[in-house]
Every structure is written in structure tokens, then in C-alpha cells.
């Protein structure tokens, strides 16, 4: 069964960057398109980024232009590049499957801060 661990996060200043990392257990790691969702305090968990398994990436219209989603599958560990943050970018980060219903077992997240 796949595992998830999340981390890179922290509490960071507007126009701040912070990198997230996700390392998954399991060499079936590489044959699943994954992404990054966030969930902010009284708000439904979110797509921020998604990345096939061929590379092909998408991204929310609100971090558009500031996050880049990348993946290393020798090292099983899927990557959140996150510049120019802003305090609405708030929330607990979360990796998980991409274009799917069907998920593996979430993980406790990385909590990311932007406040001045």
C-alpha cells in the first residue's frame, strides 16, 4: 500500500517561496499521474497542481504562474515549487493521486503559512 509523507512547509512571508516534497512509498509510484491539493481552514480541499505520469502538468488558475509541480520518479517524490506566495495561499498541502476518484490513503499534510 502506497504511503505519503508530505513536508517543506512552514510560515513564510508575502513573496515568499517555500519547496514541497512528497515522498511515496511503493515502486508503482511512476505509472500515476499526482498532484498537490490544499485545504484552508473552513474550506473544501482543492487541486492546486497536477502532474501526469508523462510530465504533462496542470495548475489551478489562482497559482497559475507562481507554483511548479515536477516529479522524480527514481525517488518516488512528487515537488511543489511555490513562489510569490500570498496569504490566501494558506492552507494545509496534501499529494495524492491526479485524475482519479480513487486515492491513496491521504497523508497528515504540510501546513503552509503566509503572514507578514
Known amino acids: 500500500q502506497v504511503q505519503l509523507v508530505e513536508s517543506g512547509g512552514g510560515l513564510v512571508q508575502p513573496g515568499g517561496s517555500l519547496r514541497l516534497s512528497c515522498a511515496a512509498s511503493?515502486?508503482?509510484?511512476?505509472?500515476?499521474?499526482m498532484a498537490w491539493y490544499r485545504q484552508a481552514p473552513g474550506k473544501q480541499r482543492e487541486l492546486a497542481a497536477g502532474i501526469t505520469r508523462d510530465g504533462i502538468k496542470n495548475y489551478a488558475t489562482s497559482v497559475k504562474g507562481r507554483f511548479t509541480i515536477s516529479r522524480d520518479n527514481a525517488k518516488n517524490t512528487v515537488y511543489l515549487q511555490m513562489n510569490s506566495l500570498k496569504p490566501e495561499d494558506t492552507a494545509v498541502y496534501y499529494c495524492n493521486r491526479h485524475l482519479t476518484s480513487t486515492f491513496f490513503p491521504w497523508g497528515q499534510g504540510t501546513q503552509v503559512t503566509v503572514s507578514s
Open positions: 511503493g515502486s508503482i509510484f511512476s505509472g500515476y499521474a
